[in-house]
């Protein structure tokens, strides 16, 4: 039986659950006026045009800075407008930037933010800008365990002040208890609407499962045992004058699963760029990546051929056109875009890889005309296809529902017991990404500020 049509008044929080494909992302769309056709179910007059903090809203604002990247001009990176020119001028003292723990950011460059404080400055600017129906998607996406209470509590606090307040989440989990209602797409309709209690009863009789990565693993086992793939000596990166970590010892053979943990703006994604020669601070570190010291002589291409890649920053610099089938291509070649012609055995290389994530069908689509969460799962058999000897995943899930995130840790596990197979290097702050085949895990710490 279908719900009723959707009736909301000020005052109410909203959480819409459901997974990818579940109708969710349509009804998103439908609220950005994308669509004019809600799931079906989800029928409803807005009663305003929603302010809308979204994965999609952080790359029109990444790219909204690209267009104005004066680096050219510098004789360094420009790092783009101050975070605190993105909000109004009269609220830089409210107390919901100290609840967000945004107040030392305010100071940085909105390419020196990671992108879980970039995603606290999206929110923060819908909330001081005096937006009355407010639409957050993934709103603990990317963030760590203490930002997520922060966001939390800051969106539980302004909920009362005559807003109406949407939250979507993919995840159980992300269900923040204290709202009004909780709706449920699945199956592309809205599905059940009612009380929260009600709602989490009935989540309790669903159980989903996502029938990914459950193809055979072809060509894995070409890394020597014991063979060391990256040694850090005493590594450092600063922002500014200010440290980011320093004095890190790192040492990964093959087989030695890591995972890196650490709050947001501690420098793991920096990390991950020092490691791909993505970030200049590569060569000034003391680093060896699969027997070359950093600096000697070496082509980045020629290191980037062992490593497959995932991260916030890949997937908002994928800009360049194209289909799913072509980024997919892409990986064998390490380039943002498919410039080469690509023979027919890697096209059923990278429809394989497709099936895996549940695309194939989707493999002539173009990359952006994707829901976020499916453009994830196309970097991710982007990353996937040359089964590397270094598979680096910085926030892989971003996006993904609970049964696609299972199942690519699932997979991974399975990967990681494959003698030879590909090293994983896993950034996270989702405790429940912490699996026991890591076999060791680097915490950075945030920089005690001066």
């Known amino acids: 039986m279908k719900p009723e049509n959707l009736t ?31 799931p079906e179910g989800a029928s409803f007059q807005p009663p305003e045009k929603p302010r809308i903090v979204s994965f999609a809203a952080q790359q029109e604002m990444y790219e909204e800075e690209l267009r104005n990247d004066d680096s050219d001009f510098l004789d360094h990176p420009d790092p783009g407008r101050s975070a605190r020119d993105f909000l109004p001028a009269d609220k830089l003292d409210d107390p919901l930037i100290d609840r967000l723990g945004f107040r030392e950011a305010l100071q940085r460059g909105f390419r020196q933010l990671s992108s879980g404080q970039n995603r606290k ?14 639409v ?3 709103p603990f996406d990317g963030l760590d365990r203490a930002s997520c209470q922060e966001v939390n509590t800051a969106l539980q606090t302004v909920v009362g002040d005559d807003r109406l307040l949407f939250l979507l989440v993919r995840n159980r989990e992300d269900i923040p208890r204290w709202c ?31 029938s990914l990565f459950t193809g055979a693993m072809t060509g894995v086992g070409q890394t020597a045992h014991g063979e060391e793939l990256i040694r850090l000596k005493n590594g450092f990166a600063f922002y500014e004058n200010k440290p980011l970590f320093s004095c890190l010892e790192l040492t990964i053979k093959s087989g030695d699963h890591t995972l890196v943990t650490g709050p947001n703006g501690c420098g793991k994604s920096t990390l991950m760029q020092i490691i791909t020669g993505d970030h200049p601070k590569c060569y000034a570190n003391d680093l060896t990546i699969f027997g070359h010291q950093r600096g000697s002589g070496e082509s980045i291409w020629q290191l980037k051929k062992e490593m497959g890649i995932v991260s916030p920053e890949l997937h908002r610099a994928y800009r360049a056109p194209g289909s799913a089938l072509q980024v997919v291509l892409s990986g064998l070649y390490d380039s943002i875009g498919l410039y080469t012609k690509a023979s027919d055995q890697d096209r059923r290389r990278a429809l394989f890889w497709l099936k895996q994530v549940g695309l194939e069908g989707q493999a002539a689509t173009a990359f952006r005309g994707l829901d976020y969460g499916e453009q994830r799962l196309v970097l991710i058999a982007r990353a996937l296809i040359k089964l590397p000897k270094l598979l680096i995943l910085d926030e892989p899930t971003h996006g ?15 990967l990681a017991k494959k003698d030879g197979g590909p090293t994983i290097l896993y950034v996270s702050h989702r405790e429940d990404e912490y699996r026991p085949f890591f076999r060791q895990r680097i915490r950075l710490e945030e920089y005690p500020s001066e």
């Open 8 to 38: 909301v008044t000020y005052g109410e929080s909203w959480c819409f659950y459901g997974g990818n494909r579940s109708g969710i992302d349509d009804f998103l769309r439908f609220l950005a006026g994308e669509s004019v056709t809600p």
């Open 121 to 134: 400055l999206l929110l923060l600017q819908a909330l001081l800008d005096g937006s009355r129906f407010l």
């Open 136 to 138: 957050v998607d993934c």
């Open 400 to 414: 993904l529902d609970q049964a696609a995130r299972t199942a690519l840790l699932d997979f991974l596990e399975r």
């Open 180 to 210: 009004n209602y909780l709706t449920i797409f699945q199956d592309g309709a809205l599905m059940f609407h009612g009380d929260m209690a009600a709602g989490l009863a009935r989540l309790e009789e669903m159980r989903a499962a996502a």
